[in-house]
């Protein structure tokens, strides 16, 4: 029934709400700092506060405001996956993309295969087995972006891979949103074009949008850059204009927003969409910065050499240094992460982003969640679903071989197309390893012909080289820390497990007898997750700073703790 007043009458509120606000807006901020400090995962103290003020704990806050604050939270949310595509290392993206499907891959089908362990468990039928388990084959993407700024890792080759995966799940997941939403109504209702429409809109958002920057994009920006922005006339003084950081604001503003709604309706995730945007800002902001550097090289190397061996050169040397820094500088301001740190960060980091975790809160029954059964039973479908995810580190798994993972070998199942191009590739790239191989074998056999052709050692030479021992080989690191991270990282649910089990319920798929109780254990084991991946990464993120701290302050030459997944790459 719509409201058909023309306003609403201004009330000052009383200080039993001011203060009860203030507490939650002040303790939500508090907690976050405290839990970041000793084990990188706020989110977790923000979650309790979110349970403990909203209606599943006091009930201090009214509903409206809640409803705020959720719909406040899901924009802190958009934002959070944004500035997660605008820190994504677009090089290190592409050379990891299969091993980020593997990741994902182990993460969607363990947990729907373990949760039909439920049928004996809770007499469910496999089509509430099957909506179980599509609610935990989900990663948390606000609470993976989350963690990884936390922990310094966003742009390390472990957290593009981490991200990348935790991306493909939550596209996964949002599928599974329509899937559920019409399993619980009547057959007809439920056809190919719902389950194959999202799959198909999500392609086509990772496939044509890369196509349009190739072809559209990029030769719109290489002329607007080719051209100088100061230059004369109504067209300069338009480049000049577009080049602020006001306009670049409001530009890339209008392309998530964009890239947003059109996923919305287009039927596929909006977060999917927000990651793509922000890769795509971040894309554009690096093709303008290569190009500024080559025409900032030219314009300085002119006077030089027009100067050369003259007496105004001494004093004309630090005007194009100087010039070169400037537009560095200028360019640097200009990119993505500068934008979003100048008008995003602060209010998504102390307001939007807490709100969202406290929104997570308030979708935990947790008054209904402590009976007898649903305790003991929640628990472990928590342990299973928890094994289920850790799965994952699998891929990054070290072997006896430095160069072979579970996950390499997954990447080049997935990259296989052509067995007879496998081994095409597999024989040309044997061929020479055998052929020095053979050589070195030779060489070893004919000991008498390497002593010939070698003069013998003076006295001293031989003394000193009986003396030396040779170096020992360094080996590479066969750290189990990046496989820990990943698997852990990998459990957190969050948002899209609560929305898949809260549309499950709500349309009936956890009809029966039991469907309170398997509604609860769901939710178990979705709130053990949510709550158990993000501690486990802050206290593994923990050991790994000390260890490298250890390192740098002894010098002990031992390798990195993580090894080539902590490497940060500087291109783009």
């Given at each position: 029934?719509?409201?058909?007043?023309?306003?609403?009458?201004?009330?000052?509120?009383?200080?039993?709400?001011?203060?009860?606000?203030?507490?939650?807006?002040?303790?939500?901020?508090?907690?976050?700092?405290?839990?970041?400090?000793?084990?990188?995962?706020?989110?977790?103290?923000?979650?309790?506060?979110?349970?403990?003020?909203?209606?599943?704990?006091?009930?201090?806050?009214?509903?409206?405001?809640?409803?705020?604050?959720?719909?406040?939270?899901?924009?802190?949310?958009?934002?959070?996956?944004?500035?997660?595509?605008?820190?994504?290392?677009?090089?290190?993206?592409?050379?990891?993309?299969?091993?980020?499907?593997?990741?994902?891959?182990?993460?969607?089908?363990?947990?729907?295969?373990?949760?039909?362990?439920?049928?004996?468990?809770?007499?469910?039928?496999?089509?509430?087995?099957?909506?179980?388990?599509?609610?935990?084959?989900?990663?948390?993407?606000?609470?993976?972006?989350?963690?990884?700024?936390?922990?310094?890792?966003?742009?390390?080759?472990?957290?593009?891979?981490?991200?990348?995966?935790?991306?493909m799940d939550d596209v996964v997941g949002l599928i599974m949103v329509q899937v559920i939403s019409n399993?619980?109504?009547?057959?007809?209702?439920?056809?190919?074009?719902?389950?194959?429409?999202?799959?198909?809109?999500?392609?086509?958002?990772?496939?044509?949008?890369?196509?349009?920057?190739?072809?559209?994009?990029?030769?719109?920006?290489?002329?607007?850059?080719?051209?100088?922005?100061?230059?004369?006339?109504?067209?300069?003084?338009?480049?000049?204009?577009?080049?602020?950081?006001?306009?670049?604001?409001?530009?890339?503003?209008?392309?998530?927003?964009?890239?947003?709604?059109?996923?919305?309706?287009?039927?596929?995730?909006?977060?999917?969409?927000?990651?793509?945007?922000?890769?795509?800002?971040?894309?554009?902001?690096?093709?303008?910065?290569?190009?500024?550097?080559?025409?900032?090289?030219?314009?300085?190397?002119?006077?030089?050499?027009?100067?050369?061996?003259?007496?105004?050169?001494?004093?004309?040397?630090?005007?194009?240094?100087?010039?070169?820094?400037?537009?560095?500088?200028?360019?640097?301001?200009?990119?993505?992460?500068?934008?979003?740190?100048?008008?995003?960060?602060?209010?998504?980091?102390?307001?939007?982003?807490?709100?969202?975790?406290?929104?997570?809160?308030?979708?935990?029954?947790?008054?209904?969640?402590?009976?007898?059964?649903?305790?003991?039973?929640?628990?472990?479908?928590?342990?299973?679903?928890?094994?289920?995810?850790?799965?994952?580190?699998?891929?990054?798994?070290?072997?006896?071989?430095?160069?072979?993972?579970?996950?390499?070998?997954?990447?080049?199942?997935?990259?296989?197309?052509?067995?007879?191009?496998?081994?095409?590739?597999?024989?040309?790239?044997?061929?020479?390893?055998?052929?020095?191989?053979?050589?070195?074998?030779?060489?070893?056999?004919?000991?008498?012909?390497?002593?010939?052709?070698?003069?013998?050692?003076?006295?001293?030479?031989?003394?000193?080289?009986?003396?030396?021992?040779?170096?020992?080989?360094?080996?590479?690191?066969?750290?189990?820390?990046?496989?820990?991270?990943?698997?852990?990282?990998?459990?957190?649910?969050?948002?899209?497990?609560?929305?898949?089990?809260?549309?499950?319920?709500?349309?009936?798929?956890?009809?029966?007898?039991?469907?309170?109780?398997?509604?609860?254990?769901?939710?178990?084991?979705?709130?053990?997750?949510?709550?158990?991946?993000?501690?486990?990464?802050?206290?593994?993120?923990?050991?790994?700073?000390?260890?490298?701290?250890?390192?740098?302050?002894?010098?002990?030459?031992?390798?990195?703790?993580?090894?080539?997944?902590?490497?940060?790459?500087?291109?783009?």
């Amino acid at each position: 029934m719509m409201d058909d007043r023309a306003a609403i009458p201004y009330r000052e509120p009383g200080i039993v709400s001011i203060l009860i606000l203030s507490s939650f807006l002040l303790l939500l901020n508090i907690i976050n700092h405290l839990f970041n400090r000793l084990v990188y995962c706020g989110l977790v103290g923000q979650i309790l506060i979110g349970v403990a003020w909203g209606t599943p704990g006091a009930d201090w806050l009214t509903r409206d405001f809640e409803d705020a604050v959720t719909s406040l939270g899901y924009l802190g949310l958009i934002l959070i996956v944004y500035h997660g595509g605008l820190s994504t290392n677009l090089r290190a993206l592409k050379s990891n993309l299969y091993l980020s499907a593997a990741v994902a891959l182990l993460g969607i089908a363990c947990p729907i295969a373990l949760s039909f362990l439920l049928q004996p468990l809770l007499n469910a039928t496999p089509l509430q087995a099957f909506a179980a388990g599509a609610a935990l084959c989900s990663t948390s993407l606000g609470t993976t972006f989350t963690v990884l700024a936390a922990s310094g890792l966003s742009d390390t080759r472990l957290g593009v891979v981490l991200s990348s995966a935790a991306m493909m799940d939550d596209v996964v997941g949002l599928i599974m949103v329509q899937v559920i939403s019409n399993l619980g109504g009547s057959s007809s209702d439920l056809n190919a074009i719902t389950i194959v429409r999202p799959v198909l809109v999500s392609i086509a958002f990772a496939v044509i949008i890369p196509l349009v920057c190739l072809y559209v994009a990029k030769p719109m920006l290489l002329r607007f850059r080719i051209r100088p922005a100061e230059g004369p006339g109504e067209a300069g003084r338009l480049r000049h204009l577009l080049s602020s950081r006001q306009a670049l604001f409001m530009i890339q503003t209008v392309l998530l927003l964009a890239s947003v709604t059109g996923a919305t309706y287009a039927g596929t995730s909006n977060l999917f969409a927000a990651y793509i945007a922000g890769a795509v800002i971040t894309w554009g902001g690096d093709l303008y910065s290569t190009r500024m550097k080559p025409a900032a090289t030219t314009t300085t190397s002119k006077p030089a050499a027009r100067t050369q061996g003259s007496t105004v050169a001494a004093g004309d040397t630090t005007p194009p240094a100087t010039a070169k820094e400037q537009n560095e500088e200028r360019t640097n301001d200009l990119s993505g992460t500068a934008v979003y740190t100048r008008y995003y960060s602060q209010v998504v980091d102390y307001v939007l982003q807490p709100m969202f975790f406290a929104s997570i809160g308030f979708a935990i029954p947790i008054r209904d969640m402590f009976r007898g059964e649903v305790v003991w039973k929640g628990i472990v479908y928590a342990a299973l679903m928890t094994v289920a995810k850790t799965v994952c580190g699998l891929c990054l798994l070290p072997r006896p071989s430095p160069s072979w993972t579970i996950g390499s070998a997954l990447s080049k199942l997935l990259k296989s197309t052509l067995p007879a191009r496998v081994r095409t590739c597999f024989i040309s790239r044997k061929q020479p390893e055998q052929r020095r191989e053979d050589a070195t074998k030779s060489n070893a056999s004919s000991p008498t012909a390497v002593q010939a052709a070698t003069p013998p050692p003076k006295p001293k030479d031989a003394a000193a080289s009986a003396t030396t021992k040779p170096p020992n080989p360094v080996r590479p690191p066969r750290s189990l820390y990046p496989a820990a991270i990943i698997g852990c990282a990998m459990v957190s649910r969050g948002e899209i497990g609560f929305l898949i089990s809260s549309i499950a319920a709500a349309k009936g798929v956890y009809g029966g007898s039991n469907t309170s109780d398997l509604f609860l254990v769901v939710n178990w084991a979705i709130l053990i997750c949510t709550l158990l991946g993000p501690l486990a990464v802050g206290v593994l993120v923990r050991r790994v700073r000390r260890l490298q701290e250890t390192q740098t302050r002894l010098q002990t030459g031992r390798a990195d703790a993580l090894g080539d997944w902590g490497v940060v790459s500087k291109e783009r």
